[in-house]
């Protein structure tokens, strides 16, 4: 008798056939993770997207970053797993919204987190990630006036970070970090005492205030495993979990559950399933398609950021 292929054999047969690589991001589930190429964050998987030279990107993310891989990929193939999985912060930024803003301020520079659609990010100056917004933001000269889009949390930390004033902030959030409670960060605290706080900058002020460490999702990995101490509360979605264990088995983190879900997981991410992943290998579905016209306008601002940082 035959036996059945499993779900991992099949992925990685379609995987060759198609001369694809996995991206994944650290949120997604630890067996997609398993599998990829490259496992990173929103930064270090546009500039993986940016090396590649094979036929097709199966982004394991969310929607907004396999637009981005497209971006600097026109002539590859890039699929997503499930074509659901998007962002609430892309979502509160509409484009008309955001030319409506532009047009009431036409003396500043628009600088767009990587968490835009790609309508929005043609219609800015430059772009950052968690990872890069405050070099991003330092690199303007003081005198230029800034619109900051979408992120209001990464938004006022950037400010404060970089002392800039004549920064306008759109009020979007992400739907997992925001409504992470600073009581419930208090309240574990007060449980581990021992314990550090590394924390994302999409997360409230109050949050941040109360963290050791602000960083992307790498950032936050990379901290909690090079610094002394056995115990860590992480202020992201629980996805860093899976790497965090890897890296540092003999330490402890904690996730505090938010509001929105009473879990710290992104509902987005978690669409992506290995049933998925191998479907759009094997289909090419859901695939990236970006007009030509916002495909070349988005990568200027794409590649500004890359210039700086
Ligand atoms: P990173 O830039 O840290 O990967 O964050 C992306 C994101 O969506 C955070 O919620
Ligand atoms: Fe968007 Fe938040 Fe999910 Fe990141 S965690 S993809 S910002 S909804």
Redesign the pocket.
Known sequence: MLATKTITEEILEWKKERRAILLA???QEPEIQDLADWV??????ARKAREFDGEVIAFCG?WF?AETAKVLNPKRIVVVPDREAG?S?VDSCPVEQLRAWKRRHPDHVVVSY??TSIEVKAESDILC???NAVQIVNSIPPEKPILFVPDANLGQWVKRQTGRENMKVWQGA?L??ATFPARRLAAARAEHPGALVAA?P?CPPQVLDQADFV??????IQWCVETPGEEFIVM??SGVSHSLHRLAPHKRFYFIPNENCNCSE?PY?KRNTLEKLRDCLRDLEPRVEIPHDILRRALIPLERMFAVQ
Not at 40 to 45: F, K, N, R
Not at 215 to 220: F, L, R
Request: glycine residues 6%; charged residues 15%.
């Open positions: 991001h650290h949120y990173g964050d929103s930064l270090e998987l969310v970053m962002c912060l990587i968490n990630t968690s990872r992400c997992v970090h994302h999409e960083g992307s999702t790498s950032a936050i992201t979605e992104c991410m």
